[in-house]
C-alpha cells in the first residue's frame, strides 16, 4: 500500500508544481503583452529622440526574449511535445521569426541602412521594432484566443460578446487617435471618440477633417478600424481560432452561427474562410482596379496621382466594400480632384464593391455554390444534390434590384428632371444610380446633399433606413426585413392563410421578428431624433432627423450638420452609430434575460383594429 500513497503523493506533488509554473508562465505572458502594447503604443504613436529609439530597441529585445523563453518552457512541459507542436503551427513560426529578428535583426538594419540611405535610420528602427512588437502581439493574442472562456459562460450572450468586442475597439481607436502621430495639430477627446465610433461602425460621419486634420499615420488606424469594424470582431475572432490555433469551443461555433445565419453548424469553419477570403479578394481587385483607373488622368490635374495613388487606391476599396463610405479627399466623391482620373471608372468599381459588400455573405455563398455546380455539370461531373438558389437569396436579390433600380429612377425624377440638381461631369442617370446605390448604407455622395430636393431628402432617409442585407458590412434594417414586412402586407390585403415567396412559406417567427426590427429601429430613429432636436433647437429638424436614420443606419450621408452639433449631440449619435451597427434588436436581447415558457396558455381575447 505504500508505494501505492507515494506514486498518488508524488502526482499530487507533480500536478501542483506544474499548476504554479504555468501560473507563473501566465503571469510572465501577461507582463509580456502589456510591455509590447505600450511599446508598440509609444513607438507608434510618439515622435521619438535616437536615445529614446535605442532604450525602446533595448525593452523590445527583453520582452521578445522573456516571451520565447516562456514559449520554450510550455513546451518542455508537455508531455507530447510534437502533438503540441503541430496544434500550434502558427505560434511556432511567429517564435523562429522572432528568434531569426533577434539574430539577424541587427545584420538587416545595417543592410538597409546601407543599400537604402535615403529611408533613414529613424525610419528602419521604427520598423522593425513596429514589426517585432506587432508579431509578438498577434502571438499573444493567438493565445488569449486559444484559452477564452467568454462564450463557454451561460451569462455572456453573443450579443454581448459582439458589444464589448466592437467598444473594446472603438476604446483602442479613440485612444490611437489621440497619440501625436495620428493628428496634425491635436483633436479632442469627443472627436477622436466619434471618428473612431464611425471607423468601428462603417458610418462614415465626421466631426474631424482625416485630410487635413489626420496624418497619413491617423489615416492608417482609420482604415485598420474600417476593416475590422466591416469584417466584425467576432467573425475576425472565430477566423483565427479556428483557422490559426486549432479550433474553438462549441459555444464559440453557436455564437456565429447565430450572427452568420448559418444552418449547419459544422460548416461554421468553411463559411468564416471564405469570408475572409472573399473579402481580401475583392478588396485587393478592387484596389488595383482603382489604382489602375486613378492614373488615366494628367499628374498635374490631379493630387491624387501627384501623392500617393496606392494609398487612395487601397482607402478607397476598403472603405467601399464595408460600406464605410469615407474618402481621404476633403469633399468625399464631389471634390474636383476625381475629375482629373478615370472618374466614371472609379465610381463604377466603387459601386460595384458597395455592392459586394452589402449584398449579405450567405447570399454570396449560396450563388458560388451554385456556379460551381454548374460548372462541374458543363464538365460532365455528376452531383448527388445540386445546390438551388435558396429563397432566402431570392428575396435578397429581387428587393436589392428592386430599390437599387427603383431608387435610381426616382432620384432622377426628383432631383433632376425638375431641374433642382446639378449631377456635373457625371450626367444625371449616372449621379442618380451612384446615389441609389451608395446611400443605403455607403454614404458616399457624388451629390450635394446639403442642397437636395426635398422629395430627394425622404427618399433618400428611406433608402438609408433599409439599408443591405443580412450578414453584409451594411447596416440598416435590411432588405429581408423590408421584403417579409411587404410579403406580410400582401397576405393581409389578400386574405391569405401564410406569407408566400417563391414557392415557400415564410413562418410567423420570421414575420414576427421583422415586424420587431421595424418598430424598434423606427422608435430608435425617433428617439434619436427628438433628442438632436432638444439639444440643438436651431438647426432644421429636417437635417436633425436626417442625421439620425444616416447615424442609426451606419450610412454616414449629412446635410452639413454634423460640424455644427455639440458635445452632447456627439455622445447621442455615438450611442446611435454603436446600436445601429449591433442593431437595435440584438442590442435589447443581449440584455434581456429570457424565461422558459409557461406550461400553459390564457384565454384568447379579441382586440379592434381599424
Known sequence: MLPARNATSTKRTDSRSRAVVFFLLNTLLVLCSVAALALFVLVAGWPLEPETHQLVR???????????????????????????LKTRRLEAGLCMLIVLEMILGPRLHGWLNHHFPDIGSGTLTLFILAASQL?????ICLRALRRNRLLATRRLTPGMALILSFAVLILIGTLMLKTPRATTQGIGWIDALFTATSSVCVTGFGTVD????????????VLGLVQTGGLGIMTLTYFFAHFLTGGVSLRNRIALQNLLSEDNLGQIGTVLGMIVGFTLTVELAGAVAIWLLAGQGSAAATPIVAGDRAFFALFHAVSAFCNAGISTLPGNLTDPALAGIGMKGVLVVIMLLVVAGGIGFPVIRNLHEVVIARIRQRLGLRLATPPRITTNSRVVLVTTAVLLAGGAVLIYITEFATGNGD?????PWMAAIFHSVAVRSAGFNVIDTANLAPATVILTMFLMFVGGSPSSTAGGIKTSTLAVAVLALRRVLLGRPEIEAFGRRISDDIANRALAVLLLAGAFVTLVATTLCVLHPELPALDLLFEAVAAVSTAGLARGVTSQLGDPAKLVMIVAMFVGRIGVLMFLLSFIRRRDHKGYRYPGATIVIT
Do not use: N, S
Open 58 to 84: 533595448i525593452a523590445t529585445g527583453l520582452v521578445l526574449k522573456l516571451f520565447v523563453f516562456q514559449e520554450a518552457c510550455r513546451m518542455w512541459l508537455q508531455r507530447h511535445r510534437m502533438t503540441w
Open 423 to 427: 449631377p456635373g461631369a457625371l450626367g
Open 135 to 139: 508579431t509578438l502581439l498577434a502571438l
Open 210 to 221: 482625416i485630410t487635413t486634420q489626420l496624418t497619413r499615420y491617423g489615416q492608417w488606424i
